[in-house]
């Protein structure tokens, strides 16, 4: 291409050409994808082809100002023209050799994907760097996909050309020049990293592989929205889980499975489902979970759901599966436990699965979800719609910012307000689940509540006492709804918080949260002894309501009477098992400690190499290890 045809401007605006321009070849690349495995997606209408590749550029901007971060930097430093030319070279054959080795993944996806049935992730370094016969396999690739290599030579033929097409103007040294140039460095920095965390809001979390669900109708057209480059850049620090095998199948299978068959004649119960999950709620807040403490006297901050645990079947011995909100919503709706790392940022975040409301949705339920956050917060939106969620009520959906807390939320007080409003319009029998936001740093209250609820040694235990009063208002709200003596309400938190008791500050307290399961009609009463957890959630609500097909999940049902039960969660590698009277702590090799929970609150006395359950519990954890991480592996979390 001659000089004469080359377009000379600011910096900033060849920056912006040069990263639109691969930015389009992705594009490109995603169309080609799709075309060359149609037959592996079925049907998809333009309609929601359209939202497909509007999504994917999200991520495309998102691997590419990763890719091309290095880049930016030293094409936007204010340094002279002259200077600059002198390295233009080096950074243009920078700039063509990191994004065409990008487009290159890309482009051998298309071919690989009909061997996994998933973007290529970093993972799959490890899983060949044990092969002996790389090169041949590489090969026999090539042959059979010959015509990639042409189509990667055209990408980079493209790619170098639309690089020459624009330049930098050349200008004389000022300081003025050197200012502007200065400011447009900060900017292109500042648009550089909103692009890369996929949004500048602060309650966004940096986007994930599984916010492609956003995007898509079928969890198989994930695969479409992503790119390559996104996924092996977001999994290069994410360690793989390992296939073991420590028992045979049947023996398997026999210690612990996750395939229930429901052992049931009686008619399924089209009840209503509404699942109150509370930020950041601890037990220990709850005075009528803890009538042990301060000697017998504790109140806690929750005169509300103190009464509702009255009317309830609540259990002494209730945890949560992980320590974040995104480790919550997967164990309550889906029964799937984040293991060393949050479920929805792994590799395996869209696997195929049968959440409790897509299994609801085929029984006839309409099914929601109420988030009074920015819409794509958390990354709920994304993994509620893979979930089987139809209907999605945000902050935006809300539309009015009078409520906005200026941090996370709408208050908690007016969102379940809405939420009971608008679960008078659905047809039913309908499933809905809100997840709330004012018991959330930095621990403040509508200004009108200010000196109205509880305080306490901690900042949280004020907020508490308002959302409190927020699902009272709820309840009372629904009691008058036609619906209400129809509705099973499950009370849940997404994780604890802070702790102030000795009791709840140990590996066992940390894990301590309500699980209240409700019903108007009154059949659901009384306070149970044995353990659960939040992965029970959707087996037990299966249980109550008589669901009688086979179906995945990692719990049990609570209400079924059997001691193959426990409970299990994990913390950065190191698991805890619960069964019985024990927990069993294990550091992903060995058996460090065994405390008899019960009875031994603050984890005193260690019992490891005392108890003849040492061997039952530790067969246990390896069956439940077993069929995690191969089921994960292999994506299969559901019954076929």
Known sequence: M??????????????????????????????????????????????NFSTILFGGTRFDLSAILYLNSLYILLFMLPIPYSFRKMGDG??????????????????????????????????????????????KLSIEFLLEYWYFIFLVGYFIWLLFKLYRLVEVKEERF?????????????????????????????????????NAGDYISKPEESSIVLNTPFCIIKTILVKPLPEVHYFKENELDSIYTPIHQPKTSQAFKKLNVVVLIVESLGKEHIGSLNTDLDNGTYKGYTPFIDSLVGQSLSFRYSFANGRKSIDGLPSILSSIPSI?????????????????????????????????????????????????????????????????????????????????????????????????????HPFKVPKQYSGKFKKGPLPVQECIGYTDMALKRFFSTASK??????????????????SHFPEYQTTVGYYSVPI?????????????????????????????????????????????????????????????????????????????????????????????????????????????????????????????
């Open 340 to 440: 060393n790392e949050p479920y929805v940022l792994t590799t395996y975040g869209n696997n195929t699965t049968q959440s409790l409301p897509a299994l609801l949705k085929k029984e006839g339920y309409h099914t929601s979800f109420f988030h009074g956050a920015a819409n794509g917060s958390m990354g709920f939106s994304a993994f509620t719609k893979q979930a089987g969620i139809d209907s999605y009520f945000g902050k935006t959906e809300y539309n009015n910012d009078a409520d906005f807390d200026g941090m996370w939320g709408i208050w908690d007080e007016p969102f379940l307000q809405y939420m009971a409003q608008k679960l008078n319009t659905f047809k039913e029998p309908f499933f809905s689940s809100v997840f709330t936001t004012s018991s959330h």
């Open 90 to 135: 080096l950074s243009k054959w920078w700039f063509i050799g990191t994004n065409g080795l990008a487009l290159l993944s890309n482009i051998a996806d298309i071919g690989y994907y009909r061997f996994s049935l998933k973007r290529t992730t970093y993972s799959v370094f490890n899983q060949f760097s044990n092969e002996r016969n790389k090169f």
């Open 516 to 640: 209240v399961f409700y019903n108007p009609a009154g059949n659901l009463k009384g306070m149970q002894e044995k353990s659960v957890q939040q992965i029970d959630i959707m087996p037990t609500i299966l249980g109550i309501l008589n669901y009688n097909k086979p179906y995945f999940a990692f719990g049990f049902d609570a209400l079924a009477t059997t001691d193959e039960r426990f409970e299990v969660n994990n913390n950065e590698g190191s698991y805890s098992l619960f069964w019985k009277n024990y927990v069993l702590m294990n550091d992903g090799t060995k058996t460090t400690a065994i405390y008899a929970y019960k009875t031994d609150r603050l984890l005193k006395q260690n019992l490891v190499g005392k108890l003849a359950e040492q061997s039952i519990m530790e067969n246990k954890l390896k069956a439940f290890i077993q069929q995690y991480n191969n089921r994960m592996i292999h994506n299969q979390l559901t019954v076929q």
């Open 174 to 210: 000022t300081w003025i020049g050197f200012t502007k140039n200065s400011l447009s460095l900060v900017l292109a920095l500042g648009l550089s990293v909103i692009g890369m965390r996929g949004g500048w809001r602060h309650s966004t979390r940096p986007i994930a592989m599984s």
């Open 481 to 498: 709804m036609p619906w209400f003596k129809n509705t099973l309400f499950v009370l849940t938190v997404d994780h604890t918080t802070v």
């Open 2 to 47: 001659s000089t004469s045809r080359t377009f000379k401007t600011h910096p900033i605006l060849v920056l912006t050409f040069r990263i639109g321009s691969v930015v389009l070849l992705y594009s490109v690349c995603r169309l080609l994808f799709y075309l060359l495995n149609k037959d592996l997606f079925g049907p998809i209408d333009w309609g």
